[in-house]
């Protein structure tokens, strides 16, 4: 791997946020047809979210947001009127490093995971919220929209280990890199990486993203990894998970010691005109305190509620229903991009 110039780090979700970034919905996104079935989804992650930190909301109509949240001023809430395409603000917000200890932004190409949906709005998201003060004095930006990288297609530690999927980084629509080497040493470079971990297996039908790692798997901490695990050997994602989960007990951690695996039920299969939706319990946010867990009304969920206190003891572990979410082919933490600690304004 290439060693970088400068000291990188690339902070864990569950390390201190700032706050959470959203992409509010509205008529020109693909939720034209059910805003008002998904804007109470966007409510609620919203309502618990600010209880713990702020709330950065990029929307096209500051005074609908502030109607659908039901306040009018709250210094926890920054609002900032900018076009977008839609409000996966996970692949679309910005990649936040700390490079020799200061606040760095990094704002990498979206193209609508592999060509598949416009995102010239989105892909100017990031810039003007840099330029429109969002962020905090010190927090320095960098372009990198000569390379594709989507926030939900990386998982970091915190400590140097990348767990990834070769569906998705190593897409043909996405960069002309042509070998996990090289976008190992590319992720070495820019992120800070010391240890890449490739999976090869796993996929939900009905993902759009070519398999986005935080669908299938999550670093919970330094040593343990939540997973999706199928047990009905009549799914059709039973062999590829199975396969998935070998490939996860194999990998081993920067010190050479397995990691402790926790596996998350899958979810029950939800359709939606005849196409099965990709609903995933590892699509969880870890906020300030707590954790927001995906609901699909479904008696797994407190399944799933069990399995991830015992990942985050000191943590709430909350639900939010994210069946409208997931008619997009999206979930909880496909639709936030955490902000860590001194990156927005006080």
Known sequence: MKQSFFNIDFPAEWEPQSGIMLSWPHPDTDWKD????????????????????????????????????????????????????????????????????????????????????????????????????????????????????????????????????????????????????????????????????????????????????????????????AYVQCTDENDEHYSELLQMEEELRKFKSLDGEPYQLLPLPMAEAVYFEGERLPASYANFLIINEAVLLPFYDSPLDEIARQQLQKAFPDREIIGINCLPLIRQHGSLHCCTMQLPKNFLKE
């Open 34 to 225: 059910m805003l008002n079935e998904v804007i109470p989804c966007f409510k609620a992650i919203a309502k618990e979210i600010l209880k713990r930190e702020k709330l950065l909301i990029v929307c096209s109509c500051i005074s609908d947001v502030k109607m659908a949240l039901e306040c009018e001023d709250d210094a926890r809430i920054i609002f900032r009127e900018i076009p977008s395409n839609d409000t996966w603000a996970r692949d679309h917000g910005p990649v936040s490093v700390f490079v020799n200890g200061e606040p760095f932004l990094l704002d990498f190409m979206f193209n609508g995971w592999g060509l598949k949906f416009p995102a010239d709005r989105d892909n100017q998201i990031t810039r003007r919220l840099y330029e429109n003060g969002v962020f905090s004095p010190q927090t320095s930006y960098k372009s990198m929209l000569h390379v594709v990288l989507e926030g939900g297609s990386i998982e970091t530690d915190g400590a140097g280990t990348i767990l990834t999927t070769s569906k998705c980084l190593l897409s043909v629509n996405r960069n002309e890199y042509k070998s996990k080497a090289e976008i190992s040493d590319y992720l070495q470079w820019i992120l800070g990486a010391k240890h890449v971990l490739w999976l090869d297996k796993g996929y939900l039908a009905g993902d759009d993203t070519d398999s986005h790692i935080d669908m299938l798997a999550r670093f919970c901490n330094s040593k343990t990894i």
